[in-house]
């Protein structure tokens, strides 16, 4: 708050109030309030973030975990200033819902901790045509793991389709907005022919990385890969626990 008392002091001076900037600043998602109690307030500014998320990138759901979901933006790319709008409303989210956990922030990543006595990680990527969306539960040492619960998976992905639905409804420019949910083909995925861009077995370079859609009620089907097998991917009904058909 110090930081944020520098910053407005001009405008203070000139008899602005500083709540009301900040309030200004985080309806319009250029900063975002973190708070644990009235005298524990923190501002993110997503937009200004330099590191990339290396190491979070890497974070990968274990099996009792829903697998990861992908938002696939139709048109081939992330808008300009998209990801930054959807941290700070992910920041906003977290501190209402309960987390006392502050996020970590990268440039195109994000990783919340989310939970009082069962917690989560929700780690989000920034790639140019997608945002990889995973929720991971963490166990106590030497304790058996137990599998996420599907209502927990079903208020993340519920979150994320309400603040795209208010991102259309805010800015007039992503009104031609296209994406879709969608999860990596596992066929693709365990594939024993060698990636022809990359020169490597599955490959999972943006570029190369098979997304299926999620539609209500369709079963996933791969074009790609020759089976005769029933396509399934473990994890997904965490996330649509009464919505997908896989049989």
């Not at 066929?187 to 022809?196: K, M, N, P, R, T």
């Not at 996933?220 to 626990?241: F, N, Q």
């Amino acid at each position: 708050m110090e930081l944020v008392d520098h910053v407005f002091s001009k405008f203070i001076e000139r008899g602005l109030e500083k709540e009301d900037i900040l309030d200004m600043m985080e309806q319009f998602g250029l900063i975002a309030k973190f708070e644990t109690s009235p005298t524990d307030v923190k501002y993110f500014v997503p937009a200004q973030l330099k590191s990339p998320p290396e190491d979070v990138a890497e974070m990968e759901p274990s099996p009792n975990d829903p697998c990861p979901l992908y938002l696939h933006f139709v048109d081939g790319f992330v808008p300009h200033g998209f990801f930054s709008q959807f941290v700070s409303r992910s920041i906003s989210w977290c501190s209402k819902i309960g987390s006392v956990q502050p996020p970590n922030l990268y440039r195109d990543g994000a990783w919340f901790v989310v939970g009082r006595q069962i917690i989560y990680d929700v780690i989000l990527i920034c790639k140019k045509k997608f945002i990889k969306i995973s929720l991971k539960q963490r166990t106590e040492e030497e304790a058996v793991p137990v599998s996420t619960s599907p209502e927990t998976a079903r208020s993340v992905r519920l979150f994320v389709e309400d603040t795209l639905q208010d991102l259309l409804q805010q800015f007039q420019y992503l009104g031609g907005l296209q994406y879709e949910f969608c999860v990596a083909c596992p066929y693709c995925l365990q594939g024993s022919q060698e990636c022809i861009n990359h020169s490597q077995l599955l490959c999972t370079h943006e570029d190369c990385l098979h997304l299926l859609e999620i539609k209500e009620g369709e079963r996933l089907i791969c074009m790609k890969s020759v089976s005769d097998k029933v396509l399934t991917v473990p994890g997904v009904e965490k996330w649509y626990p009464k919505r997908i058909s896989q049989v």
